[in-house]
């Protein structure tokens, strides 16, 4: 059967780059060292236009890394996508940018920049390194006074998890816009079992987080996030569907936490590689999870996160397993 893509928008994260300043506890990348070309990124640039002029959408381009602020033609490429109407934001760990950066960032035109903070002081350079805390906090004031649009990105595993409430008020005191959070995703066995909620862990922490967004503190639109807060928007997972990632070596994902390469832009284009790749159409075709029919939000949550699934049970095609409202049936 032909498929059918209709999307209001399209979302590229595309990791610049591979190098990065931090080493982070939790971070799934192994290469440090690839790095992309000015040609690499005009084809990349172009490949996306396409896709989106095909399918008649608006574009969402992501530029994170490694740390894209170590890139010296990051603001080329950011007039560059903005200058076809694409929205841009950049994901970064906030300790290399200042004034000046932030001011860059401006003239550019970013729709939003995504500061990651893993907790207070004392937890967040526990994570990610030495002083990183307060380079990430003078990095979030410095884009604030820009001006720019500015989240906090709080990544959930068992050392932090507790820290949200915190949290929450502190970037309430710096003026951030937005404080979001996700659940860790660790590709190996041994630091999954040191690292990644369990579901009881996670449950908690949205039900602390529920509380937290009714007063404005936390964004809880994501994957099961609604379910505690009755949050009306619900996000189901775009992979397979209006999102592609692209690494600085080249390498074309569903999604950064899913274990796939479905292709290379050196080598197929990525209108081909979102149509045609085996495992995009597997993602595309997953239906909602039979453990989920009977919950009230099945037909927009569509069964949570396929990465988190497939992280714990090896199955993309099962109910998220931190999920309090699903029946798991793994069926053969």
Not at 17 to 38: G, I, K, M, V
Not at 85 to 100: A, M, P, R
Not at 214 to 224: P, S
Not at 266 to 278: A, E, G, I, M
Request: aromatic fraction near 8%; charge should be positive.
């Amino acid at each position: 059967m032909m498929e059918t893509f209709r999307y209001t928008d399209f979302t590229l994260q595309w990791h610049i780059t591979h190098r990065c300043n931090l080493r982070c506890q939790h971070c799934y990348q192994e290469d440090y060292s690839a790095f992309e070309s000015p040609a690499d990124a005009e084809h990349i640039l172009k490949q996306y236009s396409v896709l989106l002029k095909t399918y008649g959408c608006h574009g969402r381009l992501n530029i994170t890394g490694g740390e894209p602020m170590t890139h010296p033609h990051l603001f080329d490429l950011l007039r560059a996508a903005r200058s076809q109407g694409i929205k841009t934001g950049v994901l970064t760990n906030g300790t290399l940018i200042g004034i000046w950066e932030a001011r860059k960032l401006k003239a550019c035109g970013v729709d939003y920049v995504q500061v990651s903070l893993d907790g207070m002081e004392k937890v967040h350079n526990a994570i990610r390194g030495k002083g990183s805390f307060k380079k990430a906090v003078n990095g979030i004031c410095a884009l604030r006074s820009q001006g720019i649009f500015t989240s906090v990105s709080f990544t959930a595993q068992n050392y932090n998890y507790r820290e949200l409430k915190k949290l929450a008020a502190f970037c309430d005191d710096i003026g951030a816009n937005k404080l979001w959070f996700d659940r860790v995703i660790i590709p190996t066995a041994e630091d999954s079992e040191k690292l990644t909620l369990s579901a009881e862990s996670f449950r908690r922490l949205c039900r602390t987080a529920a509380h937290l967004n009714q007063k404005g503190k936390v964004f809880c639109g994501r994957a099961l996030q609604f379910i505690p807060c009755r949050h009306k928007l619900v996000y189901h997972c775009s992979a397979g569907e209006n999102l592609l990632v692209v690494l600085a070596n080249g390498d074309v994902m569903p999604c950064r936490r899913l274990p796939f390469v479905i292709g290379n832009v050196r080598k197929n284009d990525l209108l081909y590689l979102h149509q045609n790749s085996p495992v995009m159409r597997q993602l595309r075709a997953v239906e909602i999870p039979q453990g989920c029919m009977t919950c009230a939000y099945a037909a927009l949550c569509r069964g949570g996160s396929k990465c988190v699934a497939y992280a714990k049970t090896g199955r993309f095609d099962i109910p998220d397993p931190d999920c309090s409202l699903s029946e798991p049936r793994m069926t053969p």
